[in-house]
Nanobody, 119 residues
């Protein structure tokens, strides 16, 4: 059974940092993409960042470039999202998801973790 479990969310002041973790199980971690998405109240879900576990290539949304860093530890089957210089507009529920087909289709999702940035 594929499982993704996020952790690391919380309340932080603007300018602060948080590191989110996505622990994956139930599939071979080395060959697929893991993405981070977020959804703020009243807004559509947006892609934040993703990483290909096979070659480490990454993608960042323009809104987080230079502030967020995605990384993976294949030995631990875990993907991290280091979030620095947080802004109130980063407040959202953050989800990790797995693309197991290599086609950009994220079919498996975690339960989400709340990130709240106070001004």
């Amino acid at each position: 059974e594929v499982q993704l479990v996020e952790s690391g969310g919380g309340l932080v002041q603007a300018g602060g940092s948080l590191r989110l973790s996505c622990a994956a199980s139930g599939f071979t971690f080395d060959d697929y993409a893991i993405g981070w998405f977020r959804q703020a109240p009243g807004k559509e879900r947006e892609g934040v960042s993703c990483i290909s576990s096979s070659d480490g290539s990454t993608y960042y949304a323009d809104s987080v470039k230079g502030r967020f860093t995605i990384s993976s530890d294949n030995a631990k089957n875990t993907v991290y999202l280091q979030m620095n210089s947080l802004k109130p507009e980063d407040t959202a529920v953050y989800y990790c998801a797995a693309d197991l087909t290599g086609l950009g289709e994220y079919d498996y999702w975690g339960q989400g973790t709340q990130v709240t940035v106070s001004s």
